[in-house]
Nanobody, 122 residues
Framework: QVQLVESGGGLVQAGGSLRLSCAASGRTSGSYSMGWFRQAPGKEREFVAAISWSADSTYYADSVKGRFTVSRDNAKNTVYLQMNSLKPEDTAVYYC???????????????WGQGTRVTVSS
């Protein structure tokens, strides 16, 4: 089992920045890809970004490309999401995930955090 705990959410004005962190514990010896999803009010959870174990590959949803950056520090068992140029439509609960898979055009994950809320005011 892998436990994931997010932090760094909050309220920010449009155009501002936030950095989310996700600390992994438990069975962290596995070479897991990690990533972020989000769920806005009244909408389904959607993929945001992913990063491979070695950090040599990253993937982003079109809606965040050029504004968000995913990174990881395996020595600290932590993954980050740097969010710049935030928009009101980025308002959502952001979930950290581990052991991602891509199948039939969709991402899924084996492990999930509890989520951290990000609110972007206009």
């Amino acid at each position: 089992q892998v436990q994931l705990v997010e932090s760094g959410g909050g309220l920010v004005q449009a155009g501002g920045s936030l950095r989310l962190s996700c600390a992994a514990s438990g069975r962290t010896s596995g070479s897991y890809s990690m990533g972020w999803f989000r769920q806005a009010p009244g909408k389904e959870r959607e993929f945001v970004a992913a990063i491979s174990w070695s950090a040599d590959s990253t993937y982003y949803a079109d809606s965040v490309k050029g504004r968000f950056t995913v990174s990881r520090d395996n020595a600290k068992n932590t993954v980050y999401l740097q969010m710049n140029s935030l928009k009101p439509e980025d308002t959502a609960v952001y979930y950290c995930a581990a052991d991602l898979a891509y199948y039939s055009g969709k991402y899924s994950a084996g492990y999930w955090g509890q989520g951290t809320r990000v609110t972007v005011s206009s």
